[in-house]
Each structure stands twice: as structure tokens, then as C-alpha cells.
């Protein structure tokens, strides 16, 4: 009951199903159900015009934000992409999904990196329901969240990923660090 989603499709630029969440009821499920299935492929793959529609709305600190991008184009200007989802993420945790085999792997799975979520994959003849099904068993049992390290007196001039993600049950938690001598 108190879950709230959104909608926005982005393409030469975006447009939205509302102007701000709305209640994750039956009723606005059907509305958004409709407003999917009359969406048509078409124009170019301008993922900035979605990030920056994304994260115009305004935080709620009493709830999760989980922001999800999908997308089956190859997107460009991947460095512009991740320099505003690194800028304006916040408290969000930022997925994506990359459907068939023309989506641009390496900036889906640093769009996950820089969001501290993670990246899933769906490819040529996968049924997408078992791909959200992988998905939310990857999200659905955090072990440690809002991951921070002290490194004490050692001096660290790098880390990768920048944000640490969650640890979730039966999955690895990579880092790398470039400590100075």
C-alpha cells in the first residue's frame, strides 16, 4: 500500500504516463498497462532525456527509491549518461535492464555500478518474465545495505564501484581499490 510507481519512455525524448508517482494499486496498474502497450518503437535511443525526467521528481525520504531503466537500443553518449545519474542518483538505488543483443552492455552494467544496483540481461528468445523473476530474487534478500568502509589509516586514492552496492544473499560483492603507498 504504500508502494508508488511511475512511467517514462524515452526514445528522441521522454514522456511520462504521470506527472508524479501514483499509488501501486489495481487501478493505476491497468492505467499503466494501457499506457505501455500503446507506446510504439520509434526515433532514436536518447537515454539522457529519460535520466534527466527520472530524477526531476522530487525524493520521498520516507520510502526506497529504485529507479529501473530498460532499454533495447544501442545508446550513446554513455559518458554524459552516467555523469548525471552519478550527479543526481542521490539515496536511489538505479537498475538496468538490456534487452536482445543490440543493447550497449558496458553502459547498462556501469549504469547499475554508478546506482549501486545491478545490471540484468535479456537475451534473443529469453522469456522476459523469468528475466524480472531473476531480477527481483537478485534484489529481494539485502544482507547490508548503505555499504560504507573506513579504511582506517590506509590511504586510498581510487575505489570501483564509486557507490558500493547492497549485498544481497548468495551474491558476490566485488570492489577494487587503488591504495597509495
Do not use: C
Amino acid at each position: 500500500p504504500r508502494d508508488r510507481f511511475s512511467l517514462i519512455q524515452f526514445a528522441n525524448d521522454a514522456s511520462e504516463f504521470s506527472s508524479m508517482p501514483v499509488v501501486a494499486n489495481e487501478k493505476n496498474i491497468i492505467r499503466a498497462r494501457a499506457w505501455v502497450d500503446q507506446l510504439h518503437a520509434g526515433g532514436g535511443t536518447q537515454m539522457i532525456s529519460g535520466v534527466y525526467s527520472a530524477f526531476q521528481r522530487p525524493d520521498d525520504p520516507s520510502l526506497e527509491r529504485y529507479i529501473i531503466f530498460l532499454t533495447d537500443g544501442l545508446i550513446g553518449d554513455e559518458r554524459h549518461v552516467l555523469a548525471t545519474l552519478e550527479d543526481s542518483a542521490g539515496s536511489a538505488r538505479v537498475f538496468a535492464f538490456g534487452l536482445g543483443s543490440s543493447t550497449n552492455r558496458w553502459l547498462i552494467e556501469e549504469i547499475a555500478l554508478a546506482g549501486g544496483g545491478r545490471a540484468t540481461f535479456v537475451s534473443n528468445g529469453e522469456s522476459p518474465t523469468e528475466a524480472v523473476d531473476r531480477f527481483m530474487e537478485g534484489i529481494d534478500k539485502p544482507v547490508l545495505t548503505d555499504i560504507h568502509i573506513d579504511w582506517g589509516e590506509w590511504i586510498v586514492e581510487s575505489v570501483h564501484p564509486h557507490r558500493i552496492p547492497d549485498l544481497m544473499a548468495g551474491q558476490p560483492l566485488e570492489l577494487n581499490a587503488r591504495l597509495v603507498d
